[in-house]
């Protein structure tokens, strides 16, 4: 039986590390968490907000997702689309979905990322 998702893992381009840091611990405010030393030596980072948990994997040849995403809760969805669109990543509303506010934007390596809050 599953009982929840461990994590989403995403792929990032070789050497993008620092930029991932910059992004994901500095604007979306999540905490690098250290991998085993058994998989740090393929490169990535993992973050983690809460029972949030991204883990983002080096890829050669990398692609980003443009379509598969990670849909992220939020709370206090117009201050967060502020503070993304003041670090200059997209934020493109979307109403299609009942009952929530919603965005999408980018990380700085091309991946797709959902953020959603429930309507009170």
């Known amino acids: 039986m599953l009982v929840a998702v461990d994590h989403v893992q995403m ?3 070789v050497g993008s590390e620092e930029r ?3 992004y994901y611990a500095g604007v979306l405010g999540m905490t690098q968490v250290p991998k085993p ?3 740090a030596a393929n490169g990535g980072c993992w973050f983690q907000a809460g029972a949030v948990r991204l883990h983002l994997g080096v890829e050669a040849g990398f692609r980003p997702a443009r379509r598969a995403h ?3 809760l939020v709370s206090g969805i117009e201050a ?3 503070r ?3 670090y200059g990543a ?3 509303w979307d109403d299609k979905l009942p009952g929530h506010r919603r965005f999408y934007s980018e990380d700085p390596v ?3 990322l959902e953020f959603l809050e429930p309507r009170a």
């Open 110 to 112: 091309g991946n797709r």
């Open 90 to 92: 997209p934020v493109v």
């Open 11 to 13: 792929a990032a381009p």
């Open 37 to 39: 030393p058994a998989l």
């Open 20 to 22: 991932l840091r910059a």
């Open 84 to 86: 993304l669109a003041a």
């Open 70 to 72: 990670p849909g992220l």
């Open 80 to 82: 967060y689309a502020a």
